[in-house]
């Protein structure tokens, strides 16, 4: 019945601010970009099997009517590596150093990107 996740929606309040960081600090693609009515656009990002799809509404909107999401998390090969590449962006850190999740054998930390929203890099365990 399922196959697996299909894309993450996350809300932002500026798509061009978004698009940046998601491309240029986190090194993601724009595949498709696309205009739904006058107060909707989507932006659609390739990350491996999933897409990552930033939804963008103007007019009344808020963020509390349909929420951001909890966090995404991307899979990476050094978490150390990737938090110095992010301090050297300005990006806000949650963590400063990796964590290491004992029950889960992998290492993680948390960042914010251009709204808030919780990211997350995650260092699965090494087979041995």
Same mark, same amino acid.
């Given at each position: 019945? /399922?196959?697996?996740?299909?894309? $993450?929606?996350?809300?932002?309040? %500026? =798509? %061009?601010?978004?698009?940046?960081?998601? #491309?240029?600090?986190? *090194? /993601?693609?724009?595949?498709?970009?696309v205009r739904l009515n006058e107060t #909707?656009?989507?932006?659609?990002?390739?990350?491996?099997? $999933? @897409? /990552?799809?930033?939804?963008?509404?103007?007019? %009344?909107?808020t963020f509390a009517r349909e929420g951001?999401?909890?966090?995404?998390?991307?899979? $990476? %090969?050094?978490?150390? @590596?990737? =938090?110095?590449? =992010?301090?050297?962006?300005? $990006?806000?850190?949650?963590?400063?150093?990796? =964590?290491f999740q004992q029950s889960l054998g992998?290492?993680?930390?948390?960042?914010?990107?251009?709204? *808030?929203?919780?990211?997350?890099?995650?260092?699965? @365990?090494?087979?041995?």
């Amino acid at each position: 019945m /399922l196959r697996g996740v299909e894309h $993450v929606g996350i809300h932002v309040r %500026d =798509l %061009d601010r978004s698009i940046k960081f998601y #491309t240029e600090v986190l *090194g /993601l693609r724009v595949r498709r970009r696309v205009r739904l009515n006058e107060t #909707t656009e989507l932006a659609f990002l390739p990350l491996g099997q $999933v @897409e /990552l799809e930033l939804i963008c509404k103007s007019g %009344d909107y808020t963020f509390a009517r349909e929420g951001i999401v909890n966090h995404l998390a991307f899979g $990476v %090969d050094n978490v150390a @590596e990737v =938090l110095e590449h =992010l301090r050297r962006h300005n $990006v806000e850190l949650i963590h400063e150093q990796p =964590l290491f999740q004992q029950s889960l054998g992998s290492r993680l930390a948390f960042f914010r990107g251009p709204d *808030g929203e919780k990211l997350e890099l995650f260092e699965a @365990e090494k087979a041995q």
